[in-house]
């Protein structure tokens, strides 16, 4: 029996986040190297995404590529982004036909100009889709964007454009490159490393999370089925207690 049957549709998660993981070592695992784990990695993010939109997730967003991975080696970053590029150039016409948009959070000044408009005529090509939306995290840090969220607060306070009374956790919230999505329910990581590695800290704060072995090149719907279905298994209290939250 497939998790898919045991997943209570009326409870989904709007919004689920992903760190891929584990792209490397799988591929070393098997005598290739570690492109050979990304090229797989980007099959696991199409049959994610379809998985998510059959299901009716509204929202789901993907670690591609941190601030902290430009440090990797330069022909590995070459690697990724000329396979990213393709990625988007690949795909796109299939996200115009099933209806998702795709957006991008994250410093785009950083990514190499062909990829970067590339990652814009997909952006433009795909605004029509109302089934999901598939945010990018590239070269995104959940530090940059907080930094980014500080410096133009602090700006509008000494322009006189807000007071420090003003500044609450819906306005930075607002200041976030995600003011446009609700929160993740879900926090998905695989390939068996239990950390957030800079990735939507403040979004995270109520996430539900989910670490699984499995590294990305192998997770596939199966997998991702059985992640919403341990979510559904979960009580979100908020800070309350679980009484208050039957009641
Ligand atoms: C982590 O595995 C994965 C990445 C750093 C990159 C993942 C990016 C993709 C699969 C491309 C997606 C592109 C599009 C356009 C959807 P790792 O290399 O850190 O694995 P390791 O921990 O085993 O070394």
């Known amino acids: 029996m497939s998790y898919l049957d045991k997943i209570d549709k009326t409870r989904l ?3 689920v986040a992903i760190i891929m993981d584990g792209n490397g070592r799988w591929a070393k695992s098997l ?4 492109s050979y784990g990304h090229m797989e990695g980007v099959v696991s993010v199409r049959h994610v995404t379809e998985a998510a939109r059959e299901l009716g997730v509204s929202y789901l967003t993907i670690y591609a590529f941190s601030t902290e991975n430009w440090n990797r080696p330069e022909s590995e970053v070459f690697d990724l982004m000329d396979l990213m590029m393709k990625a988007l150039e690949r795909e796109t016409p299939d996200l ?4 998702v948009r795709l957006e991008i959070i994250g410093d785009m000044d950083r990514l190499p100009e062909k990829v970067r408009n590339r990652a814009m005529k997909c952006i433009s090509e795909t605004a029509g889709g109302h089934e999901m939306t598939l945010v990018l995290a590239l070269s995104y840090s959940s ?6 969220a500080v ?3 602090a700006r509008d306070v000494k322009e006189n454009k807000l007071t420090v009374q003003d500044i609450n ?3 930075v919230s607002n200041r976030l490159t995600t003011r446009n999505y609700p929160e993740p329910d879900l926090l ?3 390939g068996g490393e239990l950390r957030i590695s800079n990735f939507l800290m403040w979004q995270l704060s109520y996430s539900e999370l989910y670490f699984t072995e499995t590294p990305w090149p192998v997770f596939r719907k199966e997998e991702f089925y059985e992640a919403i279905y ?6 979100r209290r908020y800070g309350k207690t679980s009484e208050q939250v039957q009641n």
């Not at 005598?31 to 570690?34: E, I, S, T, Y």
């Not at 115009?96 to 209806?99: A, E, H, R, T």
């Not at 341990?230 to 009580?235: I, K, N, P, V």
Request: glycine share 6%; net charge positive.
């Open 13 to 15: 998660p709007k919004h």
């Open 230 to 235: 341990s979510f559904q298994s979960r009580e």
């Open 96 to 99: 115009i036909k099933v209806g």
């Open 188 to 190: 998905i990581r695989t």
């Open 143 to 148: 530090r940059w964007e907080i930094v980014e």
């Open 151 to 153: 410096k133009s607060i």
């Open 31 to 34: 005598g290739k190297d570690r």
């Open 169 to 171: 956790e819906a306005l």
